[in-house]
């Protein structure tokens, strides 16, 4: 069982799960506080903010969802129609969608820019969408790399289920997951505090193109040639 937790694919769901963590951190360090990984927060502040009077609050909220749920099912007609079924391709997609982030961001407010505008965080969330259609089986993701809600209810599940007599396998692959995350996380925070907004976008879109190539031809490539 352990032998599962650390074969190729779950190395990978931690590198990519650690890559969530580095885009969320630089859309949330440098704006408004905006979450394009917590879709559950942005359900709830799409309503809430109508009832704080905050009409811009609930707009926004609902945009952001909007642009996740569109990164899943560009990646998703993409997968099915243009690209083998291995991480690679979304990885390329959010790529792209980082990059064009950064345009967006250089265009409009050119490269001294601390705080981002709103359009380049929806492009940020547009990729967040397409990394999580990464791992996929029998049409459904089977590793859902931002959402840490869930991957800590199943850790939680399978502590119990370590206690009842089971095993550390029960519950570990899903901690390393979450610690990927967090890890992300404190990397995107510590980015932050040397670059402006638009040196956050250009940093994550290095990493991600870095992360796009160890997907390639460290799992994918291998993958594909047996």
């Known amino acids: 069982m352990l032998r599962e937790i650390f074969d190729r694919e779950a190395r990978l769901s931690w590198v990519l799960a650690a890559l969530a963590g580095v885009l969320g951190a ?29 009409v811009l609050l609930s707009v926004s909220a609902g945009l952001l969802m909007l642009a996740f749920v569109a990164g899943v099912v560009v990646a998703s007609v993409c997968r099915r129609h243009f690209w083998v079924a291995h991480p690679h391709g979304p990885t390329v997609l959010t790529t792209f ?16 820019e601390n705080f981002l505008d709103f359009p380049p965080i929806l492009l940020l969330a547009f990729g967040i969408g397409a990394l999580n259609t990464s791992f996929v089986k029998d049409g459904e993701v089977s ?17 119990e289920r370590h206690i009842a007599g089971g ?16 890890v ?14 638009t040196g956050m976008l250009i940093a994550a879109s290095v990493v991600c193109a870095l992360t796009t190539g160890y997907t390639y031809f460290h799992q994918d490539r291998r993958a594909l040639l047996k």
């Open 26 to 54: 630089a859309a949330f360090t440098h704006s408004e506080g905006y979450f394009v990984t917590f879709m559950t927060g942005n359900a709830q502040r799409g309503v809430l903010g109508y009832f704080r009077g905050d």
């Open 184 to 197: 992300g996380a404190a990397l995107g925070g510590c980015i932050s505090l040397v670059v402006n907004g």
């Open 97 to 112: 969608s980082l990059l064009a982030a950064t345009v967006v961001d250089v265009l409009d407010e050119g490269w001294e």
């Open 167 to 182: 095993n550390v396998s029960d519950w570990l692959g899903y901690f390393l997951l979450f610690a990927s995350f967090i």
């Open 143 to 159: 590793v859902p790399l931002s959402y840490v809600t869930g991957t800590l209810v199943k850790m939680g599940q399978g502590i």
